[in-house]
């Protein structure tokens, strides 16, 4: 069992509803009468990953608006280990964002069938137009308040991360307003200059989204965006360890200069997660997977077919980490970064009962969520 601030041999979990109950050896453990059991020997026994950083996976889009597409993408999610997630939106009109958001309200007040959502990670529309990636220029735009506000209450408060661009003119009330807000202010997207990156950081970003992937690079005068968030302890830093987004020495890199407790392993999936080679969208454009690898016509990344099993079997592979450690980037590392660390992230006694088992080859068994079993295999 892996806590994953230690690792337990023959361990233990106990839990009853949602919570967890107990957490320690099989011997010392005292097993309630009646309590149903559920074998896990020659598996590991782990928190549920946390993905805070995926627009969707199995044909579904976050941007569809719907339940269904949510709850269709939370059940896959689960199969794939993951037991609670932030739809992530990508920039889009004020109506399609106001619209995806109240979908991802609907599903947190509603319940899914599989992973929990809780809540929306808001990735633009505040980005810099050089920095855009695979969001649509049409709808990147300056910061606005009151649009945020805006979506801000049509998601019932339910807003956890904003990604934006710190250096466009209006960036710095918006950071200020979500600092106040209790949102995380998220550097992404973003072509800041190192100091732009440190006055952010003033304001209230203590975030920052895929690092490396669309944010100005390093260079040894001027040490870009990257720069800032390798060397600067206020910012947590999203990973996409899928191999192709960051060349597995830079991850490398992240991992030894920043630490691994601030290192957060996310997706970033597309609707192209889970299925067979093709064409699929991201947002509005159009986006070809070929060999799991997804981009637009112009041949620029857009999003991954990655899921969190995979980004832990790679970052394990690739940067040679051990299961622990990987972990942690997968469990405890985001949920701390969302806050949500008090009840997630982390098999211990009052936490909610997320749960996966797998195999040395992170295979996903069973994924338990607050206690009930959504995926078996
Ligand atoms: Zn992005």
Do not use: Q, W
């Not at 023959?10 to 949602?18: H, I, R, S, T």
């Not at 549920?48 to 627009?55: E, M, N, Q, V």
């Not at 209230?204 to 490396?212: E, I, K, L, P, S």
């Not at 981009?295 to 995979?310: N, V």
């Amino acid at each position: 069992m892996i806590t994953p601030f230690k690792t337990i041999e023959d361990g233990l979990v106990l839990f009853k509803g949602e919570k967890i109950l107990a957490v320690g050896r099989e011997n010392d453990t005292k097993i309630p009468k009646g309590a149903k059991t559920i074998n896990a020997s020659d598996k590991t026994v782990a928190p549920g990953f946390i993905d805070i950083h995926i627009h969707g996976g199995k044909g579904r889009d976050v941007m569809e608006a719907s339940y269904e597409a949510i709850n269709e993408l939370a059940k896959f999610l689960a199969s794939r280990g993951t037991t609670a997630f932030l739809p992530t939106t990508v920039s889009a009109s004020h109506g399609d964002l106001s619209n995806a958001v109240k979908a991802v309200k609907s599903a947190m007040e509603k319940g899914t069938e599989g992973a929990e959502v809780l809540g929306v990670h808001l990735e633009g529309p505040y980005i810099n137009l050089e920095k855009r990636g695979a969001h649509d220029a049409e709808y990147v735009r300056p910061p606005s308040l009151d649009e945020v506000r805006e979506l801000l209450e049509a998601s019932n408060r339910t807003m956890k991360i904003v990604t934006l661009a710190p250096e466009v003119s209006g960036s710095k009330e918006l950071i200020t307003e979500l600092r106040k807000l209790g949102i995380v202010a998220s550097v992404g997207h973003s072509n800041a200059t190192f100091s732009e990156v440190l006055d952010a950081i003033k304001h209230g970003v203590t975030h920052a989204a895929h690092a490396f992937n669309e944010m100005r690079g390093f260079h040894h005068r001027e040490p870009g965006t990257a720069g800032a968030v390798l060397v600067r302890e206020e910012l947590t830093a999203e990973l996409i360890s899928d191999d192709i987004h960051v060349h597995p020495a830079s991850m490398k890199l992240l991992m030894r200069v920043k630490g691994t407790n601030k290192v957060v392993l996310v997706t970033d999936a597309i609707e192209a997660a889970g299925m067979p080679d093709g064409e699929y969208k991201v947002g509005e454009k159009d986006v070809i997977a070929r060999k799991g690898v997804c981009r637009l016509k112009s041949g620029k990344l857009a999003g991954s077919t990655l899921t969190m099993d995979g980004a832990v079997r790679n970052v394990m592979k690739s940067v040679g980490l051990p299961l622990r450690t990987a972990i942690k980037m997968a469990t405890i590392n985001p949920a701390a970064v969302i806050n949500v660390d008090e009840n997630k992230g982390s098999l211990e006694p009052g936490k909610d009962a997320d749960i996966v088992i797998i195999d040395d080859e992170i295979n996903v068994y069973m994924t338990i969520v607050k206690g009930n079993i959504v995926h078996k295999v």
